[in-house]
């Protein structure tokens, strides 16, 4: 399961969540608005190591 990062549309919190899957629906933990996944922060391979060019949005590419 990985740590995403998301913001909120309404009061713009910024906050990492835990998911089985990226298609899952997540709320904001301030107030509960539907949060959209943010692609800012620096990614991180299974391995823990930083991927080099790699966005984090997977629907733009092949994967890591």
Do not use: I, W
């Not at 933990?29 to 790699?54: D, F, I, N, Q």
């Amino acid at each position: 399961m990985p740590f995403l990062q998301y913001k909120c549309p309404k009061c713009g919190k910024n906050f990492d969540e835990l998911v089985k899957s990226h298609l899952d629906e997540v709320k904001c933990p301030t107030c509960g608005e539907k949060a959209v996944r943010s692609y800012s922060g620096e990614m991180l391979s299974s391995t823990g190591k930083p991927v080099k060019k790699c966005t984090g949005n997977c629907k733009t590419c092949s994967g890591c």
